[in-house]
Nanobody, 122 residues
Framework: VQLQASGGGEVQAGGSLRLSCTASGRTVSRSFMGWFRQTPGKEREFVAAVSWRGDSTSFGDSVKGRFTISRDNAKNMVYLQMNSLKPEDTAVYYC????????????????WGQGTQVTVSS
């Protein structure tokens, strides 16, 4: 699966952004999709994941209640809606795909996009 993330940018605290991930490949509609983020010197952090049907989602503790994830298999797109953004949400955000079921571990994901920078200013 080939992935490309977009939609990052700079926003003030309390604002919103929507990230998009364009996916292509033979099995994309059957892939479990996730978003991760990373800041310099830190391990990649799980943000959100969605099942291939879109009927099951999971979120990292730091974003619960503020972020939502969705997918449109007809368009091969995955979205991350980020609301009530905080300066600590500043990171490079990556979309990722894996076969099989849920995982919050980045090491379980097979395919990665190039990342998009999100900067939240206070």
């Amino acid at each position: 699966v080939q992935l490309q993330a977009s939609g990052g940018g700079e926003v003030q605290a309390g604002g919103s952004l929507r990230l998009s991930c364009t996916a292509s490949g033979r099995t994309v509609s059957r892939s479990f999709m996730g978003w991760f983020r990373q800041t310099p010197g830190k391990e990649r952090e799980f943000v959100a994941a969605v099942s291939w049907r879109g009927d099951s989602t999971s979120f990292g503790d730091s974003v619960k209640g503020r972020f939502t994830i969705s997918r449109d298999n007809a368009k091969n797109m995955v979205y991350l809606q980020m609301n009530s953004l905080k300066p600590e949400d500043t990171a490079v955000y990556y979309c990722a795909a894996k076969a099989g079921g849920y995982s919050g571990s980045y090491s379980r994901y097979d395919d990665w996009g190039q990342g998009t920078q999100v900067t939240v200013s206070s």
